[in-house]
Structures are given as C-alpha cells and as structure tokens.
C-alpha cells in the first residue's frame, strides 16, 4: 500500500528516531541495560490509492473511509477490500451556492451527513444523507433553516438502516433531536422519524457548536451530554425516555430550560473553531475527554457514575499547553487532534505534533513536504481505534506502538507509585525502579515501617538497606525489611536466612530485656513483642532454620537470661535435652522434673531417670506416678536398677512399681520379677499377700516362679517356698516344707491339686505325720472330717498296735453303712440295664418282620419315572429312588474322598472281566457282590431327603446361580 518515496522517507524516519536513553540502574540485582526498544512510538503510512482531485474533507467508521474533494465528488471504500472504491457527484445535488463544510460517519459507517453553508446571504444551508448501501443523496428537508456543524451520533444503535436518535448542533446555537431512516419510500428527501428543536445555546445569538457527544450511563436511563462551542464546554446529564428501545433525548434538557446558565467551563479564545474527542475503552465507555481551545487542550477524567449534586461530570481536568514550535513559527493553535489513552495528536497545517497527556512532554512532531500537500484534517476511527491524516493529496495512516511503554516512569516521576507498577507490564526491572524510588521517597518522609516493607521488594543491597535503618535506630523497621527479605528467599539461601534469623531473635531478645529492665514486663508493649516473636519463632523457614543454628541462638538466649523464650524455643525445635541437661547441671532437680512434665516427651524421662532417682528419688517417683501409662515401667528398670540398693530408693520404686500393677495392670515380667525381688530383699510380708494375689494358677502368674523359689530358698522364706513348690506342681515337696513350718499351712496345700488321688495321697501323708508324732486320735478323726477321701481303713495302719478298736468304732460303723448303700446303688443300676437289654432284643426281633409292598405304579422320588424299571433303593421312610437316579444326586453332597472311592468301584464293575468279578472272595460273596455292597453302603446310607444330607444343604439356594438368569427368562 505504500510508494516508494514512502518507504524511503519511513525508513530515514526511524533513523532519526532518538534512541531512548536508558535509566541508571538504582537496584544491583539486575544488569545495567537499554529499558526502551527502538520502535517508534507513532509511524505514518501512506495509502496507496489516489482521488481524482484535492481532497477537503475526510470520514472513517468501521473501517470505512469517505473522502470529499474539491470537483463535487466523494470518494467511498471500504478499507478491507482495498481495490474496490467507489465515487459518487454530489455538487449536481445541491444549490450552486451551497459550500461542503463537514463530512459526518456514523460509528458503523453506514449512515453518512454532508452539512452544507450558504456562499451567499440569499442562499440556505442544506444537510445531505447518504447510505452506505446506496448512491443516492437525499436532502434532509426540514434542515434547510439550520446550518449543521456538529453530530451527535448514538454509539448504542445497532441498526443499518436507521441512525437511531441523534443529536445535531447549528451555527446559531441550536440542539435538534432526529432520526434518519435509509429505507425511506421518497426519492430525493431523507426520511425524518421526528424533528425538533431541544435546547437552544445561543440564546438567540450565533453561538455555533463545535462539538457534540452524547453517551449513556452504564446500561441505565441516565444519559450526560457535552457540547462545545468556541469558548465553552457544557454538560448536560438526565434521564432519557424510551420508546420502543429508542430513547428520547429532549428530557435530557428539560430542567435546564427553566435554570440560570450553569454547568459550563468556558475559556476565552479568538479562535472560530474548537474540537470535542473522547477516549473510549474497549467497551466503548468514555473515560477520558480532551476539548481543543486556543490556549491549549482542556483534559480530564470522566466519572459520570459518579456525579451526584455536582454540576461536572469530569475531574482531574487541567489545561495542557500546546509545546512550542521550533522553528518560530506563527501557528500556535493546531487545527484537528485526535485523543489516544495517553498521547494526543496535534495536526498543523503543515506537521503532527504528539503530547504525552499525563507530564506534556512532545513525545513526537513530523512535518510534512510539499509533497504530501496541505494537511487538512487528523481524524480517528471510533471502533476500530485507527488513526487518519489527511492531506489535499494524500491520505496516510498512523500506528501507534505501545504508547504506554513510558507511563510507568512518568506515574514514577508524579509519586503514583500504584499506577506505575501497573503499566511496568511484569518487567522486574521497571518494577525494581519504581520501589526503590518509592522506598526512597517513603524514608525520606520518615515513614520507615512502610519503607521497610517497600525496601523488601527491591534490589537494592541487603547492607545498604540495614544501615540506612540503623542509622535512624528503626528498630521495628528494620525486623519489618528483615522478615519480608526473610519471607522471599529460597531454602536453598540457607547462610543469609541463618543470618537474618540469628539476628531477628538478637533483635526480639534486646527489646525485650530492655522492657524487662525497666519494669514494664507486664505492659501491653511487651505482651505484644512477645506474642511477635513467638509468631516469628513458629515461621516454617525458621523452625528449619532453627536446626541447624539452635546452639547459636541457646546461647543468645542464655547471655540475656530469657528462660521463657528459651523453653518455649525448645517445645518448637523438640530440643529439650540441652535445657533438662542444664538444670541438672546446676542441680536444680525439680526444675528438671518441671520441664520434663511439661515438655511431656517420654524419651527424655528414659534418658535422665538414672541420675533423677540417684539425686531425688521420692519426687522422681512422683512425677513418674503422674505420667502414668505414658512410660513404661520396662524401660525405666535400668534407672532403678542403678539406684542405690537402700530402703529409701527401694521404698519408692516399690511405690511406682505397685501403682502401675494396680491401676494399669502391668504384666510385664520384668517388672513383676524385679518387683518380688524388692519384696524378698525388704518386705516379707508384702510378698505374701503377693502371692496370693497372683494365685495358683501356673499359667495366669506373671513373675517366673523359679526365678521366686531360687530367690526364696536362698533368704529362707518358708512360706513363700510352699506356695511356690506347690504352684510348680512340687507337692510332695511343698508338704514335706509345710509340715516343717505349720500343719495348718500343709492341710491346705493338701487340699490344693485337683487330681482326688494325688490329693488322697498328700492328705494320707499329713495324717501320718500328725499320727506318728503324737497318736492324737481325735486329731486323726478331725482328718476324717476334713477331707472325704479318706477313710478310716486309710489311717489304721499308722496307729500303733497297742491302740484298741473302741476309739474307732464309730468310723468304721460310718464306713460300713457307705458300702452298703453303695451296694443297693450298684444293684439298682444292673436292673436298669438287663430291662434295656430286653428292649433292644424286642425290637430286632419286629424289625426283622417288617416289610414293605411296592406297587407297580410307584415311582422314583428323582426322575418321577416307574420304578421297577431299573435297579432301587427303598427306605423305611417309604422314599424310593432308582441307584443310579440316587447316586448321582449324592455325589455332589460326599467329601472328596468318598467320591473317589464310588468312581474307582463304578470303574471296577466297568473293566474288570466276568471272570474275575463273578469269583468267590474269601468273604464267600461274588467279588461283583462285594464291590455292589460297597456301594449300596456309601449310595444308601441314608435317605435323601430325611438323613443328614438334607439338613447339611439347608443354606443352599433352591435354584442354582447358573440357572438364575435363565429361569428369569422363562418366568418373564
């Protein structure tokens, strides 16, 4: 699209682009480098087609540019099919004396106005409509007293054959609300939906209006207006009325009919002209508005949403002036621009000038060769956001190429900190600028903690940064930049995360002693720094840092006498060994048991216990005592066997070792073992009531009892001794030691096995004994009474042989008359018995009597088929089946072994010859018979359906799974 002579001067343009000067680096993290690239910012070019004469007015909407020129004609093409172009006479149209002075687009470039003005006082302005279907121009009648310089266009229509309500302003001041409709059945008239007259600026003078737009207030009935002339800018806001989706403008102005004159911002000007432009975001909502005026641009942020009582709709507004010309020249006012979001555009009769609209730097200027002609209007695309300028022979096209690639330094520069990270558009380095300046700027003011915190963010030297705090004695600011630093390194940044860490609690620890110093311990102030270091202690990088440094920060703790922090430290770091070893160090025993019970790690008591119980044995035991099931008395016995062997220390573990067989039934035998050894070392007493507690049942005890009974036989404890031999079954041996020590005690170990002989034998012992010694008789019967085993037969033979009979008379009569009832029960039983005999004899006799008559309809309870068919078992129940029907249904229901065992007789009686199966066993039978036998006795055992085999398949389905879906079938 572009000539050769165009390509050319583009590319000396570029050439002569000044190269950005890149900013000194203020952080050291990043390499000093060029910030900017060399495109530049604003590029023009040439299209390549060219009108037929001069060009005087130019158009452009949704891609599609209108061109007036100078012999009466238009030139229309769409710029998407750029070889396609079309020209249309207009001149033939109107008056002679009628002049073009506006060319007006619709934002959808379908609906185009031509405003004409008389050359002439007897001539009349016209206002020509012409569609972008069409090439027919209609005349706009009812306009033919009104002389058109601005159009207020609807952004909201949709439509392509109607413009919708539109807003038109007059060289005499005058607003006219209409609508222009294409599909219209007049040949040379447009079609006017309505037509009137609204508002009127001029007030009955030629005020003309230089700048109409109207725009609606976020989707609801509001609507505000801004109308220029050459020395004001008037706002209008109200609610539109709407009909059919259409609204009506007119009551926009209602209640400014009837007010005073407010609501405008005027400048003075000597210029005839002004220009209107607005800037609009992607969902063509205005933001910002810019009203060219003779002293400079007026510029401001729109916030229409926002008004409320107030008479402007805008705010930040300035005036920006126009930059100077270098080369003196007298034009000063440029006489188009078009509004970008950052820049504006300047056009001069015989250059372009760009303004930054945020510092008013000129950013860019071009001048124009003759080549190019006369410049007669700069104009933007309101869709489609392109940029035209337009000269008397030219039209060329401007780019815009990241026009924000500066904001970010100019938001920098006016302290908008916010904003300029905004637009650093994720360049660190841009950010990196903008927070040092920032920080800059905020410990310049003598807000440290929010310099701290901006500090953190940046490059700039972790040493630099402490000093600056330091020097100021920021305390609270400096932990501030030491935390965040510390919140953004890596694990893999483990020497300056120790560092910072060492220092932050060096820092916590000096504070904090200096309340403690002045008395304010207990102050809101120190409450809260000890709530932050804690908080700063729990952080997950300094509890891994922690590990690796904690000696390092115990001493830091320990030089400032911080006892508090430095437990609380070691509950965070599970350290407390160092800290339990310390107290034990200065024998501070209880302070030790403290911490253990509290630190609540069982370990630990494991590990000092031995040297707890040498030093403090009953409050060892007692802080034992209160850990209850969470230690275990196995692992604590090395302490207690290194302890001192003194009652004291015996007594104490004596006291721990019973409240955990008491309360949590230990059954460790350790612990029973090396509790009955305190027993027999120190307590006698306690390791009988011991032992009877754990019982005489051999298997139940929980102490080795041969480990006891060696223990007891080597202090010589009688007593113990007979418990424990009788326990181990040693019961002659237990009588023999018991009839030593008590008759009463061997009396009982007598009574003890529950074995009647062995019990006879040792009660036949202690009789002897107690006989031999004293030929006691009445202590012999007492025996008799005591125990029912023996008799008095059993004892005679060890009364001597003078001891006559007469003391034994009543014994042996007693024992006479129990083998005489023994003799009737024994008589009683033999009767029984021989009328049981009779009974069975009687039965096998009618059994062998019985019969049963098989009928010839009868058939097998199985297949339902006559039974004399084939070979049949019959039952006494009166169940009848063939064999082979029987067995085949038995067999699924015998253990494997017995199914093998029909198979291998059904394949004798199958393979052997006649021969041999018809020869004489020693059995006299057939082996045939035999084999036949075998299996009648396996097949028929039971019935079928009343034996065993019928209550063992009781849980079985009486439809097998296989069969399930297939009767589900037949059932539907």
Request: hydrophobic share 40%.
């Amino acid at each position: 699209m572009t000539s050769i002579f165009d390509q050319k001067e583009n590319a000396s343009q570029i050439s002569r682009s000044a190269v950005p000067v890149s900013e000194q680096m203020t952080s050291s993290g990043y390499i000093n480098m060029q910030l900017e690239d060399n495109t530049p910012m604003f590029s023009k070019q040439r299209m390549n087609f060219n009108p037929s004469d001069l060009i005087t007015h130019v158009a452009v909407s949704s891609d599609y540019l209108v061109l007036a020129m100078a012999n009466g004609r238009l030139f229309r093409l769409d710029l998407k099919m750029p070889d396609q172009h079309e020209e249309i006479q207009f001149s033939k149209h109107v008056q002679p004396s009628s002049k073009l002075t506006s060319l007006f687009l619709d934002p959808l470039g379908h609906h185009l106005l031509l405003a004409f003005s008389a050359r002439s006082k007897d001539g009349n302005p016209e206002l020509v409509y012409l569609h972008r279907k069409s090439t027919k121009l209609k005349s706009v009648s009812k306009s033919r007293n009104f002389e058109v310089t601005e159009v207020g266009w609807n952004y909201e229509n949709k439509s392509l054959t109607s413009s919708g309500p539109i807003l038109l302003g007059t060289s005499q001041g005058h607003i006219l609300e209409t609508e222009l409709d294409a599909e219209s059945d007049r040949m040379f008239a447009a079609s006017q939906q309505y037509w009137r007259q609204i508002f009127d600026i001029g007030k009955g003078t030629d005020t003309p209006i230089t700048g109409i737009q109207f725009h609606r207030v976020n989707k609801t009935s509001k609507y505000f207006v801004f109308v220029t002339t050459p020395t004001r800018l008037y706002q209008f806001i109200g609610n539109a009325m709407f009909t059919d989706d259409k609204p009506s403008l007119q009551s926009i102005f209602h209640s400014y009919l009837t007010t005073p004159e407010t609501g405008f911002q005027e400048i003075p000007s000597t210029l005839k002209y002004s220009k209107l432009q607005f800037y609009c975001d992607k969902s063509n909502s205005p933001k910002t508005f810019a009203w060219l005026t003779e002293p400079g641009i007026f510029y401001g942020q729109l916030d229409p949403a926002s008004q409320q009582n107030s008479n402007s709709l805008f705010t930040q507004s300035e005036l920006i002036n126009y930059p100077p010309n270098k080369d003196n020249s007298n034009e000063t006012t440029p006489l188009a621009f078009v509004l970008t979001e950052f820049h504006a555009l300047l056009m001069y009769t015989d250059r372009v000038k760009a303004i930054c609209l945020l510092n008013h730097d000129l950013v860019y200027e071009e001048r124009f060769s003759e080549v190019h002609g006369k410049l007669k209007n700069i104009v933007k695309d309101p869709l489609r956001r392109s940029i035209w300028a337009v000269t008397d022979k030219a039209v060329l096209r401007y780019k815009v190429v990241r026009e924000e690639r500066n904001v970010w330094r100019i938001y920098c520069d006016m302290g908008l900190f916010d904003l300029a990270k905004l637009y650093c558009q994720n360049n660190p380095a841009y950010v990196d600028i903008v927070n040092v300046k920032q920080a800059d700027l905020l410990f310049s003011k003598g807000d440290y903690e929010k310099s701290a915190e901006v500090f953190a963010d940046t490059q700039r030297s972790f040493e630099t940064v402490c000093l600056m705090f330091l020097e100021v004695d920021r305390i609270d600011a400096l932990k501030i930049y030491l935390l965040r630093r510390l919140d953004a390194l890596n694990d893999d940044d483990k020497t300056l995360i120790s560092m910072i860490v060492i220092w932050m609690t060096e820092l916590f620890l000096s504070q904090l002693g200096s309340l403690r110093r002045t008395g304010k311990d207990d102050s809101q102030e120190y409450h809260e720094l000890q709530s932050d270091f804690e908080v700063f202690l729990l952080q997950p990088k300094v509890v891994q840092c922690m590990q690796h440094v904690k000696s390092v920060v115990y001493d830091l703790m320990s030089s400032h006498g911080d006892k508090q922090n430095l437990i609380k430290l070691t509950n965070i770091n599970e350290d407390y060994e160092n800290v339990v070893a310390q107290h034990i160090y200065r024998k501070s025993y209880n302070d030790a048991l403290e911490m253990l019970q509290s630190l609540k790690k069982p370990d630990l008591f494991y590990q000092f216990a031995p040297v707890l119980m040498e030093e403090t044995p009953k409050n060892t035991i007692n802080a034992l005592i209160s850990q209850g099931a969470k230690l275990s008395p196995t692992r604590l016995l090395p302490a207690f066997l290194s302890c001192q062997n003194d009652d004291a220390h015996s007594a104490e573990i004596t006291r721990y070792l019973e409240f955990m067989l008491h309360n949590f039934n230990v059954k460790d035998k350790a612990i029973h073992n090396y509790l009955l050894t305190l027993y027999v070392e120190h307590d006698t007493d306690a390791l009988m009531r011991y032992l009877v507690r754990q019982g005489q049942d051999i298997a139940m005890v929980n102490y080795d009892v041969h480990y006891a009974l060696r223990l007891c036989r080597e202090k010589s404890l009688s007593k113990a001794c007979v418990n424990l031999s009788a326990l181990l079954g040693l019961w002659e041996a237990a009588l023999e030691l018991a009839l030593e020590v008590d008759p009463a005690l061997a009396k009982t170990v007598a009574a003890m096995p529950e074995d009647q002989a062995l019990q006879k034998r040792l009660w036949l012992a202690v009789a002897e004994n107690i006989i031999n010694k004293n030929q006691d008789i009445k202590e012999a019967m007492g025996l008799l009474r005591e125990c029912a085993l023996i008799n008095i037969e059993d004892i005679l033979p060890f009364f001597s042989d003078v001891t006559t009979i007469d003391h034994f008379s009543e014994p042996i009569c007693q024992t006479l008359e129990e083998y005489n009832n023994q003799l009737e029960e024994l008589q009683a039983e033999m009767d029984d018995a021989t009328e049981s005999a009779e009974y069975v004899r009687k039965e096998i006799q009618s059994f062998r009597e019985r019969c049963v008559l098989v009928s010839v309809t009868d058939t097998c309870n199985l297949c339902e088929l006559a039974l004399l068919l084939r070979p049949f078992y019959l039952f006494p129940c009166s169940h009848c089946f063939h064999s082979d029907c029987l067995l085949q249904e038995i067999l699924p229901l015998l253990a494997s072994g017995r199914r093998n065992k029909v198979a291998e007789l059904q394949r004798q009686l199958g393979v052997l010859p006649s021969s041999e199966l018809n020869a004489v066993t020693a059995s006299g039978l057939s082996l045939r018979e035999v084999i036949t036998n075998e299996l009648d006795d396996i097949a028929a055992a039971e019935c079928l359906y009343c034996g065993e085999h019928m209550i063992a398949s009781i849980d079985q389905p009486f439809i097998a799974e296989a069969d399930w879906e297939k009767l589900v079938k037949e059932w539907e």
